[in-house]
C-alpha cells in the first residue's frame, strides 16, 4: 500500500474531529505546556513544528515531552519548543510502500512521518499506526486472493 492510499484510508476512519487532511502544527516559539495541551485536546502523539503551517521545521512527541520533564522537572514546561524538537524531520511522499516506511519508522524509533510534496509542502501525516494498518491491509488482499486461486474462484 503507498502512502497517498493511507492518506486516503485516514478521511474515512471516522476519527472524531480529525479529518485527514488537517495538519495539526504549532510554532516554535510556542511553550512545551502550550503543545502538552494541544496534545492532550487533539488526542494525538506527535505535532509538527512549523512557521508557515505548511513546510516542517521540526517534530515534537509525547516522548519528547515526558523526557524533558524527567530530566528537567516541571520548569521545562515555560521553555519554547524550539529548544527541545527534533529538528531533522523524517519525512516521506505519497508513493513510498507501507513497508519501507515501516522499516524506516522502526530504525529510526520514530512514529510519525509528514507527508511531503515535491515543494515540501506538508500533506499530510502519517503514524506508525497508519503504517501498519495499510500493512495489515495488503496482507489481508493478498490472502483472498492467493485463497481464490486455491479454490478455483
Known sequence: MLVNQMLSMKSTSGKAGIEAQTIITITPEATLAEA???LSER?????VVST????PAGILSERDIVRQLGA????????PISQVMT????TCTTGEDALVILERMTQGRFRHLPVIDEDGHMLGVISIGDAVSGRLKE????KEALTGMIMGS
Open 36 to 38: 502538552a495541551k494541544l
Open 43 to 47: 488526542r494525538i502523539g506527535a505535532v
Open 52 to 55: 508557515d503551517g505548511k513546510t
Open 72 to 79: 528537567h522537572g516541571p520548569e521545562i514546561l515555560s521553555v
Open 87 to 90: 529538528t531533522s524531520v523524517q
Open 139 to 142: 496482507l489481508a488482499a493478498e
